[in-house]
């Protein structure tokens, strides 16, 4: 990714739950980004929500079956991150995805290990 400047931050929606296999979808997901080598991937994780199902995400206390809401996002260029969306197509699980122009003020400042 050029930085400073002009990029794309695309999220991804689903839950805890959603599985490929035996995987959870998120590790898949942010796998496949690393695998794309795409700037970077963070997984943020909601106290409460509902998608389309309309029905209540949320954490009960002393409850170990949450299905807490889950957003995955990435920030890159937009050829790059829609390149890396085709590569998604076989994953079910998946809710929202959105596209939002960000621009990028400042990129890393720490020492980056190459990809493995």
Do not use: C, W
């Amino acid at each position: 990714m050029q930085i400073p400047g002009q990029a794309v931050l695309l999220r991804i929606y689903t839950d805890e739950s959603a599985l490929v296999g035996d995987r959870s979808l998120m590790d898949v997901i942010v796998q496949r980004a690393r695998q794309a080598r795409l700037a970077g991937a963070t997984v943020l994780r909601g106290r409460k929500g509902f998608g389309e199902s309309a029905r209540m995400h949320e954490s009960r206390p002393l409850d170990f079956n949450d299905n807490l809401p889950v957003v995955i996002e990435m920030v890159d260029e937009e050829t790059r991150l829609r390149a890396f969306l085709t590569t998604l197509d076989d994953l079910k699980g998946i809710g929202l995805v959105t596209f939002e122009k960000v621009e990028v003020l400042r990129y890393g400042g720490h020492h980056v290990e190459p990809h493995q």
